[in-house]
């Protein structure tokens, strides 16, 4: 099978770094831009709140209690065929300095969204990524029953067109904390 070749960036590290934070304040700016026409529906709004977990990006209190968590994630080239969202990306488990296995992204949202879901609050937990999900994530969630994970469009992004962002979170009117308490 003949592989694809790579296109060389012309992108530094540091400039991915840069624009990954731009991209996650975009997200921040979207919850803030929504706590500003709605003030009754937020107490607080963080950005990188480090007692979250990997969930850490963008943490918000609403009023009703409910604690919105914003995990983003941001590809310099997302229009790539290999930066697609698929099964393998989300388990792939890295080798560390001492030659142990590191959890795989998967794992780590599981396994923050299993601590902050213990407080007994209802969670709002979503993965916001300007990369698009294979075809075979985009069949898992379209499957789920009762459904726990969606995929769509950012709705800020859904009128431009401008890019394939999306947006996996829990689905109307279930909270991660219902669907994995026993």
Not at 73 to 78: D, G, S, T
Not at 155 to 170: F, I, T, V
Request: net charge positive; charged share 25%.
């Amino acid at each position: 099978m003949p592989t694809r070749k790579r296109v060389k960036s012309t992108i530094t590290r540091s400039g991915a770094r840069r624009l990954g934070g731009d991209y996650q304040d975009l997200i921040a700016f979207d919850v803030l831009i929504d706590w500003l026409e709605h003030s009754e529906r937020y107490e607080w709004v963080r950005v990188e709140a480090d007692d979250s977990g990997v969930l850490d990006d963008v943490v918000a209190r609403k009023c009703d209690g409910t604690i919105v968590y914003r995990q983003v994630k941001f590809a310099v080239h997302p229009e790539q065929p290999d930066n697609l969202w698929t099964w393998e990306v989300l388990l792939k488990q890295e080798t560390g300095a001492k030659s142990q296995k590191l959890h795989s992204l998967l794992q780590d949202w599981a396994e923050s969204l299993w601590h902050v879901s213990t407080s007994g609050q209802r969670v709002d937990a979503a993965l916001y990524s300007n990369r698009g999900a294979a075809y075979e994530i985009r069949q898992a969630t379209d499957r789920m029953t009762p459904p726990c994970l969606i995929l769509q469009e950012h709705p800020r992004r859904r009128a431009s067109r401008s890019s394939r962002s999306w947006e996996m979170k829990n689905a109307p009117g279930y909270s991660f904390s219902n669907s994995i308490s026993s």
